[in-house]
């Protein structure tokens, strides 16, 4: 059993730059494929970017493309999301999640452990 622990969450401005970070322990990390998801209040899960086993493959969603960077450290087991250019748009809670099987994906349904979520608020 995987789990993940996410910390970095704050409250700033619009402009503002903010990392997140993702622990994960109980599992072999470097096996795994991560993603970082986002649900903002009243809508629906969406993906924010994913990177694959070895880090040498990143998938972003076309609203963060350019401003924000997926990261991993396989000998810390952790997944960072570093989110530049923040916008009041970039409120909500932030998923880490990890896939055991097969490359990065898009879809939060293909994936098999999530953390407990990590509050981003921007203001304007």
């Known amino acids: 059993q995987v789990q993940l622990v996410e910390s970095g969450r704050g409250l700033v401005r619009a402009g503002d730059s903010l990392r997140l970070s993702c622990a994960a322990s109980g599992g072999t990390f470097s096996s795994y494929s991560m993603a970082w998801f986002r649900q903002a209040p009243g809508k629906e899960r969406e993906f924010v970017a994913a990177v694959n086993w070895a880090g040498r493959s990143t998938y972003y969603a076309d609203s963060v493309k350019g401003r924000f960077t997926i990261s991993r450290d396989n000998a810390k087991n952790t997944v960072y999301l570093q989110m530049n250019s923040l916008n009041p748009e970039d409120t909500a809670d932030y998923y880490c999640?990890?896939?055991?099987?097969?490359?990065?994906?898009?879809?939060?349904?293909?994936?098999?452990?999530w953390g407990q979520g990590t509050q981003v608020a921007v203001s304007s």
């Open positions: 999640a990890a896939k055991s099987c097969g490359g990065a994906k898009p879809s939060p349904a293909v994936y098999d452990y």
